[in-house]
């Protein structure tokens, strides 16, 4: 069966960390459009991994599988070239995707993503969780430096995401938490004072009306659980 293997994993692997990237730029609001060129240079990692693959399928299969078994001691240098920048590059993604969500953590841990309101706090730790990792398995995987380690490691990580998901479902704080927003431009419905109770100039209230409704369009306050009313009147110059 050897003599069919294509190392095919090698570009899948590379290919983790933009998909990551682009899974938090969309979650955050980012519009993603793969036909840019701008979303495409991400790609490049590829390259390399993707040229080896074409040089092994070139081999002759007795070589093929004689690089497999020897990779399965000791790493030849040209896989020991790609594994460096897969950990390079998987660990880079990681930092961005973290930064990122840090970033929108400091306004709200909740986003609006297709008319529900999520909450993406559990993202934070997830990629503490995933550099930890990586920080871990980077001098293992260089002092062992082959590939029967770097698949154990593989799978330790996924059984650690595995786990975290299971425990934060256990303890009923999912990681996909969501609540749906029927109007995420307006999250307030503003009734009509009835002519006998109003007690200020309709125009006054029409301009009050629309001044709060610009205001939380705009800036989407609603969004931050430690928002009052308070700081509403202060936002809009209009006195409690």
Same mark, same amino acid.
């Given at each position: ?36 060129? #701008? ?5 490049? %990692? ?10 092994f399928m070139m081999l ?7 690089l497999l078994l020897e ?5 030849? %240098? ?27 953590? #400091? ?8 008319? &529900?309101?999520?909450?993406? &706090? %559990? ?44 425990? #934060?479902?256990? %303890? ?69």
């Open positions: 069966m050897l003599r069919f293997f294509v190392p095919l994993d090698l570009p899948l692997l590379t290919a983790i960390g933009p998909c990551i990237y682009f899974y938090v730029q969309q979650v955050l609001g980012t519009d993603i459009r793969l036909r840019s060129f #701008k979303q495409w240079i991400h790609f490049v %990692w590829l390259l390399p991994s993707l040229v080896y693959v074409f040089y002759p299969a007795d070589t093929r599988v004689m990779n399965g001691k000791h790493e030849s %240098w040209e896989i020991n070239t790609l594994t460096n920048i897969f950990l390079f590059q998987l660990s880079t993604y990681l930092v961005i995707c973290y930064m990122l969500v840090k970033k929108q953590l #400091k306004v709200s841990q909740f986003i609006i993503y297709k008319n &529900s309101k999520i909450d993406i &706090s %559990w993202l934070r730790t997830y990629f503490v969780l995933n550099l930890v990792i990586m920080l871990v398995s980077i001098p293992v995987c260089v002092f062992f430096n082959n590939d029967y380690i770097d698949t154990i490691i593989a799978l330790l990580a996924l059984v650690c995401q595995s786990i975290y998901i299971f425990v #934060k479902s256990i %303890w009923q704080t999912v990681p996909f938490k969501e609540f749906i927003v029927e109007n995420t431009e307006m999250a307030f419905n503003v009734e009509e004072p009835k002519a006998t109770t109003l007690l200020m100039n309709e125009d006054i209230a029409h301009d009050y009306i629309t001044e709060l409704t610009k205001i939380i369009r705009e800036n989407k306050h609603y969004l931050q659980s430690d928002y009052t009313i308070q700081n509403l009147a202060d936002d809009s110059n209009i006195s409690v």
